[in-house]
Each structure stands twice: as C-alpha cells, then as structure tokens.
C-alpha cells in the first residue's frame, strides 16, 4: 500500500492542516481577522506563507506552534500524530522512530508533545444536567526496589484520580501529585463536572463533602463488591478505563516515570473518549489531535 502523500510531502502536509484549520479561511494570529489573507508566490517566500491585508503581516498556519518551531518537517508531524492515535494500546518512540526515520530523541519529543496536546483536547463540563459522572482512584507504579517502575524513577506509588461519563463515554485522569486529599479531588471534579450531574464513587471520604455539591451523590460499596447500588448505579466504565491504562502502561511502556504519568494518563484517555466503540473513526481521532497541537501557539518569545 502507498504511503499516503501528507506523510511524505510537506506541502501536501501544509495544504491538509490548512484545510482542517482554516475551513471559513485562512485565520490571520495577528489581527485575528479570517480569509482575508493572500498566499504569497514567489521565489524568495517560502511556501505556505500568507499576507493580511488588514494588518500587513504574514503569517502561516503553522506560526507560532510547536510544528514550527520544532523544525521536524510537518508531514512527520502528521504521520506521527496518525499512528499515535490510530493505535488502540499505544505507541513507542521507539516504534515511532523506526517507522518515520527520525532519530529516537526526536520521536521522544514528538511523542510527549502528542500526549500532551492530547490532554488538551476536552474542556467542557462532563455529565450535564440529568447526566452523571463517575469518579474513582487507584494506586500506580510498584514499588519494590527490583521492579521496573522503581528503576524508571517512580519510588513511591502514585494517586491517579479518574472520571467517566459513561452516556458519551468521555474520560479524563489526573496524576494526584501531592496525593489524593478531599480538597484536590474537589478541585478536580467541580473543575471538570457540571454540578447539575449525579455524582457517582465508592464510599471513599475524599468524596463526601463534594458530593453534597452535585445534584445527587451516589456511592457503590467496592469492599463488599457491591457492582451496581440498589439506584442501579455502578462505577463500572471508570473501574474498566484503569484497567486499559495498567494493562497498556505494562505491556506497550513498561511503566514510566512519576514525572511523565500526567502525559500518558493525557493518552489513554484521549485514546478512550474518541475510541471507535463511540463512532470515532481514525480520520477524525488524528484530525483531533492535530487540531489540538496546532491550535496551541507557543507563548516563549523566539530568541534573537
Ligand atoms: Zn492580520
């Protein structure tokens, strides 16, 4: 099978983002004024640059975004971010680096900037009015000092804190940094979760006091293995994304550092809320993606 042309052609490349990006137009970064812009032809501009004609200045799609200022072509761009998120368990850098011919240090950084930009992805309040939510907590790394885990740097175990809402089958999770206390946890669900939902957990404390800020609390009693409560609740979808997550972290990462969790909790999760179970085919799982890295313009200044 042929390699498709974004992969392998910049210009081609150019020409997808531009299309998944600037649908009404190209969007002026500077004016923010959209498709009054000319393309610029000529031999001494570069291709894909434009000008507006409101404010002067010349733009492209990809200024000010890690696709340029990474300068690792735009069609390894896309073709990274196609296999990493068209895998169902994941993706080394490894595989990465075999794959689009780049050195490993650079599939690496690829990689973690596709995780992050995936942790990028949702912003709306989880559950609605009528919806629920489920929340739960889990334990990861081993900590015995000849395990792998220990070795890649995560001596102690880490909180991680995740939410499903099982009607469109949205998750997010989150390392617990300084461990899992009622007040983090709060912040977390009243920052994803639309109070109008129906809190659901197990008996835990951390969620008693913020489950009297949602519209209805319901807990499900893990320690006597009750799965679904008397209300016909249960925390089943949360309980089976942290079971994706470990068998993935074990079989395609083999762990990773407490320093690094956050971005493939970013990856599981984006992978789960945009699983083809839902209806998400790979073309629109990768233009996700994509339109989540571009649409993030760096905020460092350029050195001189
Ligand atoms: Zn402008």
Redesign the pocket.
């Known amino acids: 099978m042929a390699i498709p042309k974004i992969y392998t052609d910049e210009t081609a490349a150019r020409k997808h983002l531009e299309a998944l990006l600037w649908a009404e137009g190209p969007i ?6 959209v498709n ?2 000319t393309e610029l032809k000529g031999k001494s501009t570069r291709p894909g640059v434009w000008k ?6 010349p ?1 492209s799609v990809t200024v000010g975004t890690v696709f340029e200022r990474s300068k690792i072509p735009l069609h390894q761009w896309v073709w990274a971010v196609d296999m990493y998120t068209a895998s169902k368990k994941g993706f080394s850098a490894h595989q990465l680096h075999r794959t689009i011919k780049v050195t490993y240090k650079t599939a690496w950084f690829m990689a973690h900037r596709i995780r992050t930009a995936m942790g990028d992805v949702a912003d709306a309040p989880m559950g609605g009015e009528g919806g629920q939510v489920q929340a739960d907590e889990t334990y990861y790394g081993n900590t015995s000092k000849r395990s792998k885990s220990y070795r890649k740097g995560l001596k102690r175990k880490s909180v991680v804190v995740a939410l499903v809402d099982p009607a469109n089958g949205e998750a997010r999770a989150f390392h617990m940094v300084d461990g899992a206390g009622a007040n983090v946890v709060r912040e977390i669900l009243v920052t994803n979760a639309d109070r109008k939902a129906t809190l659901v957990s197990d008996e835990s404390s951390l969620y008693t006091k913020v489950g009297r800020e949602f519209a209805a609390h319901q807990t499900v009693l893990h320690a006597g293995r009750e799965y679904v409560n008397k209300d016909g609740f249960t925390t089943n979808n949360v309980e089976n994304f942290f079971g994706t997550f470990k068998r993935g972290m074990r079989g395609v990462y083999h762990f990773c550092g407490e320093q690094h969790l956050q971005r493939y909790l970013n990856e599981f999760s984006f992978r789960y809320s945009n699983r083809s179970g839902l209806g998400v085919s790979d073309a629109l799982r990768a233009e996700r993606a994509l339109k989540s890295i571009a649409g993030k313009r760096l905020t460092y200044r350029r050195p001189h």
């Open positions: 002026c970064p500077h004016c923010g004024v009054e812009a507006c004609r409101p404010c002067q200045k733009f």
